[in-house]
DNA sequence: GCGATCAGCT
DNA sequence: CACAGCTGATCGC
């Protein structure tokens, strides 16, 4: 998880942190990653979401205070009124939040005003095959109304070339097709928290059953309105939804000694490829935008300034490294504004791990239970800092 | 005992 | 490796 130094506390807006003094603070989505320094007991100001966000969060977080929440309706553009830190004089913001068509509830934050035009993409697919995506891309540029935007902070996660992936409606059929192609079998399938609703879905309708799900995500599927299609009760249904983590190769090959057994895990990573004589597929259905969709996107909005808001050692996903020739010229400086931004980077952390030798790489639903893999690291753990992230922008302000 | 943070894992 | 998240240890209160 990220670490911050704090050598300036003037945030006037704080997009997914939560620790440090901010007189705004947005929450894009509530994945867990997003949410961190966050609490039942967090108080120290107006938190800003779309509705079914605020709902999921009085959820998660049973016993915080309701007050504090400022529920924005998605789509449409809203006003704030703060301090500027440096004059101390009144500071309008327009704010439009964006279906991010990430999760149940996601969006990305468009801030606009006297000092800067800052788009926040927070996790997003822009899967334009898809109407959602496509209301979501008539309602950024609508908004823009021709403005440039001067930063971007891009959900970076698969921004290499590498990472391609069909719709989520095609991916959602790939499993139906497994599933479908293994009658007398018990089916889990992997699944965090929030999120893949639509894939269990598009199953549920399919194959005309009910989904099992565990009690807590159950709470979730009621919250979003969509409890008759799932139930907690096993002997419904031979399609079970599962925490992800829980889907190891050792747990299905025990679920295999019960009964017959398939896994399925929907997700974007590289790793992870199919084991079919084991009964493991992985299926590439994803909630984050492949780099044909990341560039789709960047066509649209050519920002002067881009930061991603996601590092990881795995490859390079610098969005600057693969898309900066599409950007202003100056993408890299922030001279010359006063508004002052702290955002959330770094949802895959700055821990990076150095090894020698080679560990090799295994499917999450594949990998032996044992600790062969730890046993193969060797060499230093290396701590990246990164300095506080703020970008200050706008034009009055000459530090 | 509780909450916050972190290590370790998938 | 880690989409996002769990478990358990530890520390300060």
């Not at 990305?108 to 334009?128: K, N, P, S």
Request: glycine share 8%; aromatic share 8%; hydrophobic share 35%.
């Amino acid at each position: 998880m990220p670490r911050f130094s704090s050598p300036v506390g003037n945030g006037l807006i704080a997009v997914d942190r939560w620790t440090e003094p901010s007189q705004a603070y947005f929450l894009t989505h509530l994945h867990s990653d997003h949410t961190q320094g966050l609490s039942v007991h967090w108080s120290r100001g107006p938190l800003f979401c779309s509705p079914i966000t605020a709902r999921l969060l009085l959820c998660k977080f049973k016993g915080f205070d309701a007050s504090l929440i400022r529920d924005l309706e998605v789509g449409t553009t809203h006003t704030l009124s703060l301090i500027s830190p440096v004059t101390g004089g009144e500071v309008k913001v327009r704010v439009t939040p964006i279906d991010a068509n990430h999760c149940p509830g996601s969006v990305m934050y468009l801030f606009q005003g006297e000092l800067g035009c800052v788009l926040y993409t927070g996790d997003f697919r822009w899967e334009l095959t898809s109407e959602r995506a496509n209301m979501s891309k008539s309602t950024l540029l609508d908004a823009l109304n021709g403005e440039k935007v001067d930063i971007l902070y891009l959900d970076n996660t698969y921004c290499n070339p590498c990472f391609s992936f069909p719709s989520r409606k095609d991916a959602a059929q790939q499993v139906v097709d497994i599933i479908e192609k293994h009658p007398d079998h018990e089916v889990v399938i992997g699944i965090d928290t929030l999120g893949k609703e639509h894939l269990l879905l598009h199953i549920s309708e399919s194959l005309k059953t009910k989904i099992w799900v565990w009690p807590e995500r159950l709470e979730i599927m009621d919250l979003l309105g969509l409890d008759e299609l799932f139930t907690t009760d096993t002997s419904q249904t031979r399609i079970r939804a599962v925490p992800r983590y829980s889907l190891t190769q050792n747990n299905l090959e025990s679920l295999n000694t019960i009964f017959p057994t398939i896994a399925i895990m929907p997700t974007g990573l590289p790793w992870s490829q199919n084991s079919p004589e084991k009964g493991a597929y992985t299926v590439p259905y994803t909630a984050h935008s492949s780099f044909l969709e990341l560039e789709e996107f960047m066509k649209v909005i050519r920002p002067s300034i881009i930061v991603g808001i996601v590092s990881s050692s795995y490859c390079l996903i610098d969005p600057k490294h693969h898309f900066g020739e599409m950007c202003g010229v100056d993408n890299c400086s922030t001279k010359g504004h006063n508004l002052f931004f702290k955002v959330m980077k770094g949802s895959h952390g700055f821990k990076v791990r150095k090894k020698e030798g080679k560990t090799k790489v295994l499917a999450s639903v594949q990998r032996s239970g044992v600790n062969i893999v730890r046993k193969e690291r060797r060499g230093v753990k290396i701590e990246e800092c990164e300095s506080d992230f703020e970008v200050p922008i706008g034009s009055d302000c000459s530090s």
